[in-house]
C-alpha cells in the first residue's frame, strides 16, 4: 500500500511539474519577483553593425532613464543577431526560452525582424521593432509590433519627393534583393512614381545586387543606358554609399534618392564627397524635435554620448518606453498582458512623435527627409502620413 501511495505522489509531481513548464506566457524574467527582464536582439556586428549599435544606444539611455516599472528593476538582455536570419531566430529562442524575456526589442533590418516573427508569435512573446519598415514584419502576426512608418509610406514620400520636387518623369531602380527592406520599398517607390507620372513605362530601368557586392559597374551601366531623371537605390548604408561613389565616377550625376538606412555616420564617410547632394527618407531630425519628449530625449542622448542624436536611437529609446508604458497600463509583466496593452497603444508621446498602433500593429508616423550637404545629414522637411 505504502508502495502504490508513493507512486501516486510520485506521478503528481510529475504532472505538476509538466503543467507548470507549459504555461502560454512569461512573467517577471528568470523567476526573479524583484526583475523584468527585456530582450533585445540587434545586429552588433556585420553588414548592418552601425544600425544595431545606434539603435542600442537609445534603448540603454531609455533603460537608465527609467530603471524600475511596477516596482521592479527592468534588466536589458542584449543579444548581437550578427546581421544574419538564422542568428536572428537563435537569438530570439534563446531571449525566450534561456533568459525568460517577457518581451523583446528588434530588430535594425526588416529581414532579421521578419526571421523572428514566427518564434515570438508561438511563444506568445510580444516583440517591438524599432525600424523595420517592411509590411510584412507585423503582417498576420498578433505579437509584432513596431514604432516606425512603413515601406508604402516611405516609397510615396520618395516618389512624391522625386515627382514634385525634382520634376522627375522616369526613374530607374537599383536594389539589393537580399533585402526585404530594398526590395519591397523599391516596389512601393515605383507603384506610387508610375501613378504619380501618369506613365506605367516612367520606370525605365531596373538592376539588382547582393549585400556585400562592392562592383557597381553593370548595374549602373545598364541604368545609365536607360537615361532616367532619378535614380532610387534603397539599401544598407555601406553599399549604397560605394553605389553612389562608382556612380559619379561613371559621370553620373543625376539626382540619386534612398531610404532610411542612410542615415549613418558610415555612408557619409565611405561616400566622402561623392554622396553630397544624396536625398533620404528618415524618422526623425534633431533639428526639429516634435514632442516635450523629443526634447528631453536630445538633451540626455547628447549629455551621456556627447553627439547629437540620430533617428535609430530615437526609435530604439521609443521602443522600450512604448513598452514599459504597456507594462503599466497592464498592471503585469505577463507576456500576454503586455502583448494586449501594446495593441491599444494610443497616442502615446514619444521622442519621434506621437505613436498610436493601428489593427497591424504599426505605426501612424510622419516622415523626415533629409539631404546630405557639406559633409552632415540636413533637415529638409517633414511629410505627414
Not at 270 to 298: C, K, M, N, Q, Y
Amino acid at each position: 500500500m505504502y508502495r502504490k501511495l508513493g507512486v501516486l505522489m510520485l506521478v503528481l509531481v510529475l504532472v505538476s511539474t509538466m503543467l507548470t513548464g507549459c504555461g502560454g506566457s512569461k512573467e517577471t524574467g528568470g523567476g526573479d519577483s524583484d526583475v523584468i527582464k527585456i530582450g533585445v536582439f540587434e545586429p552588433m556586428t556585420g553588414s548592418s553593425a552601425a544600425g544595431g549599435q545606434m539603435t542600442v544606444e537609445g534603448i540603454e539611455l531609455a533603460n537608465e532613464i527609467k530603471p524600475e516599472v511596477l516596482g521592479k528593476k527592468v534588466e536589458l538582455v542584449i543579444v548581437d543577431n550578427k546581421s544574419d536570419k538564422v542568428e536572428a531566430a537563435n537569438a530570439v529562442s534563446s531571449l525566450i526560452d534561456k533568459d525568460n524575456v517577457v518581451a523583446i526589442i528588434g530588430s535594425y533590418g526588416s529581414s532579421l525582424s521578419m526571421a523572428a516573427g514566427d518564434i515570438v508569435k508561438e511563444k506568445k512573446v510580444p516583440a517591438v521593432g524599432c525600424s523595420p519598415t517592411n509590411p510584412l514584419v507585423t503582417l498576420n502576426n498578433d505579437y509584432y509590433f513596431r514604432v516606425c512608418f512603413i515601406d508604402p509610406f516611405q516609397g510615396t514620400v520618395m516618389a512624391n519627393y522625386a515627382v514634385k520636387e525634382l520634376g522627375a518623369k522616369t526613374a530607374a531602380i537599383i536594389q539589393d534583393v537580399t533585402q526585404d527592406y530594398s526590395v519591397g520599398l523599391s516596389k512601393y517607390f515605383m507603384d506610387a512614381f508610375k501613378e504619380l507620372t501618369g506613365n506605367e513605362n516612367a520606370i525605365v530601368a531596373t538592376a539588382s545586387y547582393n549585400t556585400g557586392d562592392q562592383d557597381f559597374t553593370a548595374q549602373l551601366t545598364n541604368v545609365s543606358s536607360a537615361n532616367p531623371d532619378v535614380i532610387f537605390a534603397p539599401g544598407n548604408y555601406g553599399e549604397s554609399a560605394l553605389l553612389i561613389k562608382q556612380a559619379r565616377d561613371q559621370g553620373i550625376n543625376i539626382p540619386i534618392l534612398g531610404g532610411d538606412t542612410w542615415e549613418s555616420p558610415e555612408f557619409l564617410s565611405i561616400g566622402g564627397d561623392a554622396v553630397e547632394g544624396a536625398v533620404f527618407s528618415t524618422h526623425f531630425t534633431a533639428e526639429a524635435p516634435v514632442t516635450e519628449v523629443s526634447e528631453e530625449f536630445l538633451a540626455k542622448y547628447k549629455e551621456k554620448y556627447g553627439k547629437e542624436a540620430n533617428a535609430f536611437a530615437a526609435l530604439g529609446y521609443d521602443a522600450y518606453m512604448v513598452i514599459l508604458d504597456a507594462i503599466e497600463r497592464a498592471g503585469s509583466a505577463d507576456s500576454v498582458a503586455i502583448r494586449d496593452a501594446l495593441s491599444e497603444t494610443k497616442d502615446f508621446v514619444g521622442a519621434t512623435g506621437y505613436i498610436t498602433l493601428d489593427e497591424n500593429g504599426d505605426a501612424v508616423k510622419s516622415a523626415v527627409i533629409k539631404k546630405v550637404e557639406n559633409g552632415e545629414f540636413v533637415f529638409l522637411t517633414v511629410v505627414e502620413p
